[in-house]
C-alpha cells in the first residue's frame, strides 16, 4: 500500500486530515464511503474531532457514488443526510461482551437512491477472536468481519471505497478480505502505522474471514419502494 499524497490512487493509507484530502478529490470519484467518525460517545473520546467527524460525513456525499455508510452513537441524535441523499437504512451492531449500559452501535446508511433497505442486526464481539489477536492500542477499532459485511453489501468486487476516520485500518483489511479497493486516512500517525502493519501483514499472509454471523445477515439487501416520509424542512 502506497503512502503517498495523490488522493485518486486505489488502494492507499494516507496520513493526513481526511478533510484536506478529500476537498482536493475528483466528486463522485468513490463507489461508497464506509466509516467510522469521530461521534458523540460517552467516554470522552475524540472530543476535538468531533466536528471533523461530522464534515467529514457530508463532504462525503460528495465524493461518493452510492453509499455513504458511518457508524454512530444510539445515544445522540443522528446526522440527516444532505439534499439529494436519503437515510435508507440503520443497522444494529450487537456487542455481547460490552460492559457499557448500552451495548451496542448503530450503523447508518444514506443512499443517493430512496429505496429503503433491510436493517440488520449483527452479534459480534467487540474482541472477535480474528481482531484479538491483531489488537493494537486504538480506543474504538473494531471486527474486520463487521466491516467485511458492511463492504460486501454496499460495494462490488473491484469497486473502491473511502475510509477517511480510517485508524487501524479495518475497513482496509476488510476490504482486502472482500476484493474491494481500499484509500484510507487517518491523521494520527501511531495509529496509521498500525494499520498499515496490519496491512502488510495480510499482505503476506491472507486469513480466511469467516461467513456474516447469521445466515439472514450474508443476503443482499431487500430493496422494496416504500419512500421514506419527508422529512426535510
Ligand atoms: C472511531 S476512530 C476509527 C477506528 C477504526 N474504525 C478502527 O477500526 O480502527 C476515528 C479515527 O479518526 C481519526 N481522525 C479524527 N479526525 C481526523 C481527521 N480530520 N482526519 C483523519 N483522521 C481523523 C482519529 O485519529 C481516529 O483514529
Known amino acids: 500500500m502506497n503512502t503517498n499524497e495523490n488522493p485518486t490512487h486505489n488502494d492507499e493509507l494516507l496520513i493526513k486530515d481526511c478533510l484536506e484530502v478529500m476537498m482536493a ?3 463522485q ?18 472530543t476535538t474531532q468531533l466536528i471533523d467527524g461530522l464534515i467529514g460525513l457530508y463532504l462525503a456525499t460528495k465524493k461518493a457514488k452510492n453509499y455513504v455508510v458511518f457508524f ?14 436519503w437515510h435508507v437504512a440503520t443497522h444494529i451492531w450487537h456487542k455481547p461482551d460490552a460492559k457499557s449500559s448500552t451495548p451496542y452501535e448503530h450503523i447508518i446508511v444514506w443512499s443517493r437512491s430512496y429505496k429503503r433497505m433491510q436493517s440488520k442486526v449483527w452479534t459480534i464481539p467487540i474482541l472477535d477472536y480474528r481482531t484479538l489477536r491483531e489488537f493494537g492500542t486504538h480506543p474504538t477499532q473494531k471486527p474486520v468481519r463487521l466491516l467485511r459485511n458492511l463492504v460486501e453489501l454496499y460495494t462490488k468486487e473491484g469497486e473502491t471505497v473511502l475510509d477517511p476516520f480510517g485508524g487501524t485500518g479495518t475497513t482496509a483489511v476488510a476490504c482486502r478480505y472482500a476484493k474491494r479497493h481500499c484509500i484510507i486516512i487517518e491523521s494520527n500517525p501511531e495509529h496509521a502505522a498500525f494499520a498499515q502493519q496490519r496491512l502488510e501483514k495480510k499482505e503476506q499472509a491472507p ?10 445477515a450474508a443476503q443482499p439487501p431487500t430493496p422494496s419502494d416504500d419512500r421514506p416520509k419527508p422529512k426535510r424542512r
Open 72 to 85: 454512530w452513537s444510539p445515544n445522540n441524535e443522528t446526522p440527516r443526510p444532505p439534499l439529494g441523499w
Open 207 to 216: 486469513e480466511r474471514i469467516e461467513q456474516p454471523t447469521t445466515p439472514e
Open 29 to 46: 470519484s468513490i463507489d461508497a464511503v464506509i466509516t467510522d467518525p469521530p461521534y458523540p460517545n460517552g467516554q470522552g473520546l475524540f
Open 25 to 27: 478529490m475528483p466528486n
